[in-house]
Every structure is written in structure tokens, then in C-alpha cells.
């Protein structure tokens, strides 16, 4: 299969034509003025009794103060009032090209405007222009012909005012020459435009520009063009089929999106498909989008099939990157991020649905840590390091900094040292105390640049974003079960993992003070300046976990920070909203978040009614209070009513 990787248009120049000629009875077709007097002496005495000869033409002064002029050059009127004297070609008269004469390219007749020296775009008010397309450089593929000022490419010529005429000196003087300015139309070449990109490349390319920074292992689109180019290996129409499937996700395909998945499942399962690295990458694209699909069952048996089989290649060893990278760093670099990004996927899946159990976590693996973003897209691969060096830094004194992605593998790996903890009934478990170290030691122990989701360039970094999102979501699972939130009010909310009991105390505790915080901190995160679409589809569980923590306070009797609570809520709800365009299980777990806050609603409601729920509250917070919930309600029926809509 050929890469899709169209070209630009070749723009064609425009074709030059001379402007239409002038009149037969302009300045430069008439005899000169000396010749005609010479004629009127010779005429028997006749000349008294005949009117004075024509002149040629009349200058612009002599012209504008109707007066007659007497052709010369210049004319007597402006030597004596010394102005300027100019004269203007005239159209009067004018009936064509003659038909009789021989064609001649080189001569120029004396009804032609002179050729036009000068740039088209000097002068774009003269008599008679057309709108004039000027070849200029394509840009993705669509290349516009530029129409001079005050023209439409459908309109006809305005008729020009007296300013607008082309102005020449007077032809019969001595001085002039055939370089006078005229106008040179050029003839527009119709120019062609870029085929328009198949469905299959618009997903293609989808996938590149939406997706592969939240997971990205797979080869970057220059490089993997490239090798697909050079057919080295058939591997890659089975990781081809997959991004195809994942960039539908993104598009409005219909059903071609069904037609994508079963393909690219079908070239996964195919006895003839090899076993390699490439099998990999594919069967981990697909697991991710069925995941966010709502297809968990079918997600959990090829995550089952793709780590066996990653272990089968040993692609958990130091070893394989060098072996099947062929001498090519980048191929290499893509190996070390399969093996990681698998990990991490793992441990995701295994953290918000709760079901598997993070079977990588317990596999020895020595694969090199992965680089920066920027080195691994632009092509520029250190020498990698490795996770003893990350987790020595401390004590062998070598002050470095990892990178992004190797923070995010440590923060899952927190995650797995967690679910390998024993269940932890009591506060003061010692186990809590273990894990609660491991966060805080992650968080501390940031160099400064990833501290923030951003990197040098304030753009979004999507791998510290991630890892930050999984050391909050951790926090919360360890601290929720032992904090004094109520979590029977959002027992509805099972969208990512079932539904845990939590029993309400009468004071918030330590834990409830963590799980709040770390609440907080995940809708913070839904400000970010990007399209939130961009992020991986995990981030909707992890925003699911938030807002059950944000309800479960909400439905208390009554709290101080109602107010700052409602706007952390409208965040969560809205970022569900958006990423259900795309993942179907965003759109659950808003349907069910957006349920539960409208039933508190309706239960604070309820308690309103009864004049002791108002005591302590000035009539100023009574108002603000209820025009707050009503704003919150308001805010969600109409996110109802354009779900509807969008469904029909």
C-alpha cells in the first residue's frame, strides 16, 4: 500500500495578451499637424471660407476647460499658462482587430497600446482591466488565483471614471518613444487542486494529529511513512489497519468505522500475520479504542493476547530494541515505548475498572527507559537510560533529569505497588503509610520543568499530564475508603468501576482532606489550554473518580465552599461532555454523573422547603445560593436537550 502523502499543485503562469488597440483617430493614427496645414495652403483660396483642421487630439487641461486645443506638443494654451500638457489615448471610433491583414507578431499598429512595463499590481485601476490570476505558492495542496482590489471573480469590469483612464504623453512628439505604459491583461490559467484524501488517509492522518501524543509508541508519521514506503516489512498494513480504526474515532465515518475494527482484528488474527513487535502495536491501539468504546470484555481478552504474546518475543528484554531495530535509533526508540506504553496501559485498565489485576507490574523487564518527546519526533535518540539509574539518582548523587515518559512509567508503577497492597481497613494501617510515601516521594522529587503540565515551550505535555492524572486517581483510591464521604449518594455512578461503600463520619478526617485534594487537582487539570479531546480516553475515568468525590460532598447537609464545589462539578461534567464525542464511555459516565448532581439537586431542594435548613444564612447568601443551584441546573438541562439533539 502506498503512503499517503500528497503533493502540492503545480501552478501554471499566466499567459500575457495585448490590451485592446485604441481608436483608429487617436494621436497615433492621424497625420501630423504640419502636413495638414501644408494641405490647407494649397487648396486655391478654399481655407477661409473652410473650417479650421482637427487636431489628433485635445490635452487633459485644454479638454477639461472645453477648449480647443491645437495638438502640439506641448499645446500653446499650456506653454502660456505653463502647465503641464498631457494627452490621453482615445477609444472613440474604435471597431477591432482588421481581419485583412496579416498577422504579425513583432509589429506593433498604430491603433495597440504600447506594452506595459511596470509590475500588474502597480497600477489596478486602468481602462478596461480583468481580474488578473497571479501564480502563488501552494499551501496544503489549494491554490486560489488572487483577484486585484475591488474585483470580484464573478463580476463584470466597471465602467472607469476619467481618473481611472490610462494616461500617455502625446504620441507626435519627438521625445517619446514605444516604451509608453499600456495595460497587459493576462489570461487566467484555470489551477488544479489536490485530489481529495480518501476516508482511510483522512483517519490516518487523525490518528497522528489526535491521538499518538496520549500513547506514543508507535513510529512517527515521517518515519513511518517511511518505512511503509520501502515495504520493509508487511507487519506494518496490520499497524496500519489499527491507526485506521483509532483516527475513525475522531471522524464521522459511519458505519466504515465497524468495517475498520473488524479488519484490522481480522489482519491481527491472520495465521500468516508475524509475531513481532509490529503484532504488538497494533493489538495495543485496539485494545485502548475498545476500551473507550465500551467494549471493556472484548478490550480485556486482546490486552490478555497482546501481553502474552509480548512476552513470548521477549519484548520485556534489554536485548530486543537492538535486535529488531535493523540499525535504525528511531525504530529502536519505538521498541523500548511499545514494551512501556503496554505497561502503563495495564496498569491503567487494571487501576479505574478494577478488574485485572496489572499482570505486567509482576514481569521483570529491563527495557530501556524512553526519551523526550521532541528527540524521539525529530529523529535525535540518546543512548537510554534504565530504571535502576532512576531509582539511584538519589544516592548516587547525579543530579539529572529523566524524562517525561519515565514519570509517567514511575507513576504507574505506584499505582501497582498499591494494588499490591492488602486490603486497608483501619486509618492507621501502616501499609497506608507505605504508599502515601511513594506518592509524596514521586511528587517531591519532580525536577522543576515537571512540576507543571507544561514544557519549556508552555505547550502541553501530555506525559506528565498523564503521570500527574494517575498519582491524583491513586490518591483517592487509597484515601476514599477511609475518608468520612458518604459514597452512597453517587452509587449510581458505575460508568468505570463498581460502586465502593463508604461510610460517613461526623468530622472530615486526614483522608478525606487527601481525597478532596486530590479531587481538586484532576478538574484543575480540565482547564488546560488544549482541546481536551487530545488526551488519552483514561482521563475520563480518572474525571468520573473526581466527580463521585465532588457529589459525595455535595450531598452533605451543608458545606462552607458550596459555591467553589458546584464550579469544580460544572468542570467535570463539561469535560465528559466533551470526550463523549469521541469515547462512548465519556458519554456514559456523563450521563450518570449529570443524573446524580441533578438528584442532590433535587434533595437540597426538598431541604430548602424547611425554614431551619436557612438558619445561619444571611438573606444575601440565601439568594446567592439558590440562583447557584439554579444556574447548575439550567447549565445541565441544556446539555440535555443538546445530547438530544445531537442523537437525532
Known sequence: MEPFSPEAPQSSA??????????????????????????????????????????????????????????????????????????????????????TTAHNPHKRHASSSPPYAGPVDSCPMLLGHTPVSIATPSVSGFNPAIVLPEQSPVSY?????????????????????????????????PTTQAPMPTLAERCFDAFYHYFHAGHPFVLPKEFFLRLLK?????????????????????????PARATYLDEAIRLCYLPSTPKDGFLIQALLLIIVGLDGGCQQEKARELLADCERLAIEIDLNKREFASLHGHGNPVLEESWRRTWWDLYVCDGMIAGVHRVTNFLLFDIQADVGLPCEEHQYLSGRIPPPSYMEDFDDQLFSGEDREFSSFTYRIAAARNLGRFMRMPNMMFPDDENVARVEALLTNWRIHLPESKRDDLNKNCQLDEMMFQAHFITHACTIMLHQPLSQLDSSPVQAVTSCAPHRPVQSGDTFNAHTRHTIMAACEISKMVTQAVPIINHTHFFTCVVTLSSIVHLSKWALYFIEDEEDLRQ????????????????????????????????IYREKKAHQISPAFWVGFTQEQMIS??????????????LTQQQVTQAQ
Open 14 to 99: 499566466a499567459s500575457s495578451s495585448a490590451s485592446p488597440p485604441v481608436s483608429s483617430d487617436s494621436p497615433g493614427t492621424a497625420t501630423s499637424s504640419s502636413a495638414a496645414l501644408g494641405l490647407s495652403a494649397t487648396n486655391d483660396g478654399r481655407s477661409a471660407t473652410q473650417p479650421p483642421p482637427s487636431v489628433p487630439a485635445a490635452c487633459l487641461a485644454c479638454r477639461g476647460k472645453h477648449l480647443k486645443c491645437d495638438g502640439l506638443t506641448p499645446c500653446s494654451r499650456c506653454t502660456s499658462s505653463n502647465s503641464e500638457c498631457v494627452y490621453v489615448a482615445s477609444r472613440r471610433g474604435y471597431k477591432g482587430p482588421r481581419r
Open 568 to 599: 469544580q462539578i460544572r468542570l467535570n461534567i463539561g469535560a465528559l461532555n466533551k470526550l463523549s464525542k469521541v469515547w462512548k464511555a465519556a458519554n456514559t459516565a456523563w450521563g450518570q454523573v449529570k443524573g446524580v448532581a441533578q438528584e
Open 157 to 189: 469590469t466597471p465602467t472607469p471614471t476619467l481618473s481611472a483612464v490610462p494616461v500617455y504623453r502625446n504620441p507626435f512628439a519627438p521625445t517619446i518613444d514605444g516604451s509608453a505604459m499600456a495595460l497587459v491583461t493576462a489570461s487566467s490559467v
Open 230 to 254: 520501502e515495504n520493509a516489512t508487511p507487519s506494518l498494513e496490520v499497524v496500519m489497519a489499527a491507526m485506521r480504526y483509532i483516527g475513525s474515532l475522531y471522524l464521522d465515518c459511519g
Open 625 to 638: 445560593s439558590i440562583n447557584a443551584d439554579e444556574g447548575i441546573m439550567s447549565e445541565f438541562n441544556m
